[in-house]
C-alpha cells in the first residue's frame, strides 16, 4: 500500500458499492467490499443512465466507460398510450443496459484493480469496520443497517408514497420508452416499460393502493401477478409474457437524511437517499455520488472528515433537486387517475412535465412539431403575417363579463404603506406600474373592511369615503393610462393575526403601543406566548361582519374594480373558520366541515349580492395548512367546491400560513398541485401560486391543464414589466401584451456591448 493510501471498507455490492470501489481503488486505495449475495444475484432488470451520468464516468474511467458503452441499448422517443391513442415524442435521449451486465462489468474492473470482494459474506459491526478502516462506505441499500445503526446521527426521515409496483421484464424489446394507462373495474392501472437490451425490456407496472387491493393483486404470488399485469397489457406486449426476478408488490420508500456521513462512515447511494424510478434510476444517483466520493477523496488528500463534508457539500443539492423533482413525478402517478378525462395531447405533455424538469420551452426544442400540436389543441391563436403561435400566457380567458388579455396576474402583495387605511401615491405607483407592466390582471394588497380588521397600521381598507377615493384614483389611472389591464381588489380581515408590526420591523410581532382588540373563529392567539388572544366572535358580531364585508364591497364596485377577490387563506379572519387547527367553536359554525364553512360562504353571499353580476368573483384559499390535523387535500376540494356552488368565478389556490408551527414543502411551482387537483376535480378555473418564476412555468402549467391562469408576486417586484419581457423574450408582438405608446422604444432588449 503507497503512502498516503486510506484502507477503505465498502459494505453492499450493488452498482454503487461497487463503482465506488472501483474508483477508489484506482487512486491506490485498499479497497474491501462485502456483498451478502452472490456476485450476480440482482433485484429489478434495466438500468438507465444520462448522458451527464455518463460524461462523469468517461472522464473518470474510460475502460468501465467503454464497456458499458458497447453493451448500451440506446433510444430517443417517449410514447404515451391514452385509451388507445398512442402519441410520440421524440428527442428525449435515453441510453440503458441490464443490471445484471453492469453489475458484471464492475465486478470485473474492481477484480483488475485488486478489490478485495467478499461476496455470500456479512459484513462486520459497523463500529468495528470504523475502527479497523479509515473510511467506510455505506451502500447497502433503501434498507441500510448501517443508516439504521446510525439513526440517531443521521436522522433519516422514510416516507411510503401511495401506490404499490412491481418489477417485470418482457422477453422483447420495445420500440422507446413506453407510458400506457389500462383504465380496469378497479380503477387506474399504469404502465412503465423500456428496452435495456436488444431482446429485453424492464416493465413496472403501479396502482394506488385501494386499486391493488381492490383487484385481489395483495393476494397473487409472483407468477401470478406477472400472469395478471401481462393481461391487463395484453396490447402493448402484443400477447406476450412477462416474468419476475423475486418480484414483490412494493410501496416506494424516499429516504432523506439530515447528515450523511459520521466519522469515517459515509452513507451512498439509496441508504443516503432515493429518488422515484419515474424519473430516472437510482444506479444513477448512486454512481453520480461514487463519482463525488471519489473526487472528495481525491482533492482532500488523505483528510478523510474533509473528504466527506466537501462530498456532501457537492452532491447534496443535486440530490435535493432531483428529489423535489422525484416527488412530483410520484405524485402525478398517485393521481393519475384525475388526468385520465384530459384530451389525450394534453395528457401527454402533463405527463411528459410532471417533474417540472421538461418544460415547454425544452419540450419544444425536443420535438415541436408535438408541441406545436399541444399548443393547437390548447386553442393557441395563430397570428401575424407569418402566423406565429401565440404562446400559451397570452391566450385570452374570460370569467363572466370580463375578458382578460392574458394569463398572468400580478399577485396581491401586502405593502404596509398605507396612512389611516388610505393608499397613497406609493399604492399609485406600485399598482400603475404593474398595470403599465402587461399583466392580464393586476391585483390589489389585502384591502380590509375596517380599521379592526388590518394587519398593521400600514394596511389598506375599504371602509372609509378617503380610502375609497383614494382607491378610484388608482382605478382611474389604470383603465386610462393601461386600457386593457384588469384590476382586482382582494377583501379581508386579518382576524387573530391583526394589530402586529409592518414586516420589515417584525412579522407577525404585536405593536409596542396602540393595539386594537383582535377578534377570531375561536380565542386561539397565533402565536402562543408572543400574538394577542383574540375574543371568539359571537351571533352578533357575525352579522356585523357581513355588514362590512359588503359595504366595502360596495366601495370597491363604484371605484370601479374589475374583480374582487374573497381572502379566505393564510389565518386570517375567513381562513380560520375554515381550518380545524382554528376553529374549535360548538356552535353551527364550528365542528364539520359544512358548519366550518357557514360563515365563510355567508360572507361570501353578502358580497356576491352587492357585487355586480357582470364583474367575476374569486376566493382565495388555503389548500392545506403544513400542519397535523389541519386542512387536507381532499377537504380542500369540498371547500372549493362550496365557494364555487355559491358562485365563485374562480379559484386562487394557496397553502399555509394559518398556524405558526406549519411546515411547508417548499420548492418551485410547489402549491401548484393543490390548484391541479382542485381543478381537475372540479373543473372550476384556478389560480396558481407559489414559487411560480419563470414564464416558461408559465407555459408549461397552463398547457398541461394543472392552472386557467398563473399569479406571480415576487417577479413583479424585481421587474415590474415582468410580462411584457416575457412577451419580447417570445418575439411575442400581439394584443395580449401591448407596450404602452411611451414605452414602445424600449420593447427590444437594448444592446450590451460591441459584440
Known amino acids: 500500500m503507497s503512502a498516503g493510501a486510506l484502507r477503505v471498507a465498502v459494505v453492499g455490492g450493488g452498482p454503487g458499492g461497487l463503482y465506488t470501489a472501483a474508483l477508489l481503488a484506482r487512486q491506490g486505495h485498499a479497497v474491501e467490499l462485502w456483498e451478502r449475495g452472490a456476485p450476480d444475484d440482482t433485484f429489478g432488470f434495466g438500468v438507465v443512465l444520462s448522458d451527464e451520468t455518463l460524461g462523469g464516468i468517461e472522464r473518470a474511467d474510460t475502460l468501465v466507460h467503454a464497456a458499458l458503452s458497447a453493451e448500451f441499448v440506446r433510444w430517443d422517443d417517449v410514447d404515451i398510450v391514452h385509451r388507445g391513442r398512442l402519441l410520440t415524442s421524440g428527442g428525449h435521449g435515453f441510453a440503458a443496459i441490464g443490471r445484471r451486465r453492469l453489475l458484471e462489468i464492475l465486478h470485473e474492473r474492481c477484480a483488475g484493480l485488486g478489490v478485495r470482494l467478499r461476496v455470500r459474506a456479512e459484513a462486520p459491526d459497523v463500529r468495528t469496520l470504523a475502527a479497523s478502516y479509515d473510511l467506510v462506505v455505506a451502500a447497502d441499500g433503501v434498507h441500510s443497517a448501517i443508516r439504521e445503526a446510525g439513526a440517531a446521527h443521521y436522522r433519516p426521515t422514510v416516507t411510503s408514497g401511495r401506490c404499490r409496483y412491481i418489477w417485470l421484464a418482457a422477453d422483447f424489446a420495445f420500440e422507446a420508452f413506453r407510458f400506457e394507462i389500462a383504465e380496469t373495474e378497479h380503477g387506474v392501472v399504469q404502465l412503465h416499460a423500456y428496452p435495456y437490451s436488444a431482446d429485453a425490456s424492464t416493465v413496472i407496472v403501479e396502482m394506488r393502493e385501494e386499486v391493488w387491493r381492490a383487484a385481489g393483486l395483495d393476494l397473487c404470488d409472483e407468477d401470478e401477478s406477472a400472469a395478471r399485469c401481462a393481461k391487463i397489457f395484453s396490447e402493448a406486449l402484443r400477447g406476450r409474457p412477462l416474468r419476475g426476478n423475486r418480484s414483490a408488490w412494493t410501496r416506494f420508500r424516499t429516504v432523506v437524511n439530515e447528515r450523511w456521513s459520521h466519522g469515517n462512515v459515509a452513507l451512498l447511494g439509496d441508504a443516503a437517499h432515493t429518488a422515484h424510478f419515474s424519473i430516472g434510476s437510482g444506479t444513477k444517483l448512486a454512481v453520480e455520488d461514487a463519482l463525488a466520493l471519489a473526487e472528495a477523496v481525491a482533492g482532500a488528500e488523505g483528510n478523510v472528515p474533509a473528504a466527506l463534508a466537501a462530498y456532501e457539500t457537492a452532491r447534496r443539492p443535486a440530490v435535493a433537486s432531483t428529489q423535489r423533482a422525484a416527488a412530483a413525478s410520484r405524485h402525478w402517478f398517485e393521481e393519475i387517475a384525475g388526468y385520465v378525462d384530459q384530451p389525450a395531447r394534453q395528457f401527454a405533455f402533463n405527463l411528459l412535465t410532471r417533474s417540472r424538469r421538461v418544460t415547454h420551452a425544452n419540450l419544444r426544442l425536443r420535438d415541436e412539431r408535438f408541441t406545436r400540436a399541444v399548443e393547437r389543441e390548447f386553442g393557441c391563436p395563430q397570428e401575424g403575417p407569418e402566423q406565429r403561435t401565440t404562446p400559451p400566457m397570452f391566450t385570452p380567458l374570460r370569467l363572466r363579463g370580463l375578458t382578460l388579455r392574458n394569463r398572468i396576474v400580478v399577485s396581491p402583495m401586502d405593502m404596509y404603506s398605507a396612512q389611516e387605511g388610505v393608499p397613497g401615491d406609493f399604492h399609485l405607483v406600485h399598482l400603475g406600474a404593474r398595470a403599465l407592466g402587461g399583466a392580464g390582471l393586476v391585483m390589489t394588497e389585502m384591502v380590509c373592511v375596517s380599521a379592526e380588521g388590518r394587519i398593521t397600521p400600514g394596511c389598506t381598507g ?81 352579522a356585523a361582519l357581513r355588514s362590512e364585508f359588503a359595504a366595502a364591497a360596495v366601495r370597491a364596485a363604484d371605484c370601479g374594480f374589475d374583480l374582487l377577490e374573497l381572502h379566505c387563506a393564510h389565518g386570517y379572519l375567513l381562513s380560520g373558520f375554515l381550518s380545524p387547527l382554528t ?122 391543464g394543472r392552472a386557467d391562469l398563473c399569479a406571480l408576486g415576487r417577479p413583479h417586484l424585481y421587474d415590474p414589466h415582468w410580462t411584457l419581457h416575457a412577451a419580447a423574450e417570445q418575439s411575442y408582438e400581439g394584443p395580449a401584451a401591448p407596450w404602452p405608446a411611451p414605452y414602445r422604444a424600449g420593447s427590444r432588449p437594448p444592446p450590451t456591448g460591441r459584440g
Open 462 to 542: 375599504l371602509y372609509t369615503r378617503e380610502q375609497a377615493a383614494a382607491w378610484q384614483r388608482i382605478t382611474d389611472f389604470v383603465h386610462t393610462s393601461a386600457p386593457g389591464t384588469a384590476l382586482g381588489v382582494q377583501l379581508g380581515h386579518a382576524g387573530r393575526k391583526g394589530s402586529t408590526r409592518v414586516m420589515w420591523e417584525g412579522m407577525d410581532e404585536p405593536l409596542p403601543e396602540g393595539n386594537w382588540p383582535l377578534v377570531a373563529a375561536s380565542d386561539l392567539p397565533y402565536r402562543p406566548g408572543v400574538s394577542a388572544r383574540p375574543r371568539a366572535l359571537a351571533q352578533a358580531d357575525l
Open 583 to 704: 376553529n374549535h367553536r360548538t356552535d353551527a359554525y364550528g365542528g364539520s366541515l359544512e358548519n366550518r364553512l357557514r360563515f365563510p360562504l355567508e360572507v361570501f353571499d353578502a358580497v356576491r349580492a352587492v357585487w355586480p353580476a357582470d364583474r367575476p368573483m374569486t376566493v382565495r384559499l388555503s389548500a392545506t395548512d403544513w400542519a397535523p390535523g389541519g386542512t387536507s387535500p381532499e377537504e380542500s376540494v369540498e371547500i372549493a367546491a362550496a365557494f364555487a356552488a355559491h358562485g365563485a368565478d374562480a379559484v386562487d389556490v394557496s397553502t399555509g400560513q394559518v398556524v405558526a408551527d406549519e411546515a411547508p414543502e417548499y420548492g418551485r411551482s410547489y402549491q401548484t398541485p393543490y390548484a391541479d387537483r382542485i381543478r381537475g376535480a372540479l373543473g372550476v378555473p384556478v389560480i396558481a401560486v407559489g414559487a411560480i418564476s419563470s414564464w416558461d412555468d408559465v407555459n408549461s402549467l397552463l398547457l398541461a
